[in-house]
Each structure stands twice: as structure tokens, then as C-alpha cells.
């Protein structure tokens, strides 16, 4: 493996600021390990509001602003306070 290439895989093995799910990662623990599967997992909790009307949606006013929810936990968060369910199909 080149340098860059390790450096590559370094760099996006690892979590950010953004990206640690910090105290909610054991919600992680059962997410699909296939990818097929974890995108059908995301798809189902997250979508850009920008792309609502492709999925025939109408987002109430009132949570319009989640789309400023910038990181894992924020998202996390609002996620289990809508649906306390586990995260998997």
C-alpha cells in the first residue's frame, strides 16, 4: 500500500468532531455490516430536506429547523426523542 493510500484509509477510519457518536454509540452496535443494508438503514432516518420532494414528502414548519443539526449526537439525539426504537430495519 502506498503512503497516500495508508494515509487515505488513516484518515477515514477515524471519527471527527462531526462524526463520533460519542455517548450513543451502542446504537451502532447492530447496524447492518453490509452496505446494501446500512444505506437502506440511513435512507430510512435521515433525509436532506432539499430532496423532500423527490420522496414525496412535506416536512411540518416546526422541524424544518433539524436541518441544522450538525453533528452525530445532535442527530442522534432528535432521532430517538421522535422514535426511541433501535436504529435497524
Same mark, same amino acid.
Given at each position: 500500500? *502506498?503512503? +497516500?493510500?495508508?494515509?487515505?484509509?488513516? =484518515? =477515514?477510519?477515524q471519527q *471527527?468532531?462531526?462524526? +463520533? !457518536? *460519542?455517548? =450513543?454509540s451502542s446504537l451502532f452496535e447492530n447496524l447492518p455490516q453490509d452496505l446494501p443494508n446500512l444505506d437502506k438503514t440511513v435512507q430510512g432516518l435521515l433525509i436532506s430536506l432539499l430532496w423532500e420532494n423527490a420522496y414525496g414528502l412535506d416536512t411540518p414548519q416546526e422541524r424544518q429547523n433539524e436541518i441544522n443539526l450538525r453533528t452525530v449526537p445532535e442527530m442522534l439525539k432528535r432521532i430517538l426523542?421522535? +422514535?426511541? *426504537? !433501535?436504529l435497524t430495519l
Open positions: 500500500m *502506498s503512503e +497516500d493510500n495508508h494515509f487515505t484509509l488513516q =484518515y =477515514y477510519t *471527527s468532531v462531526i462524526t +463520533d !457518536p *460519542s455517548t =450513543y426523542e421522535l +422514535d426511541s *426504537s !433501535p
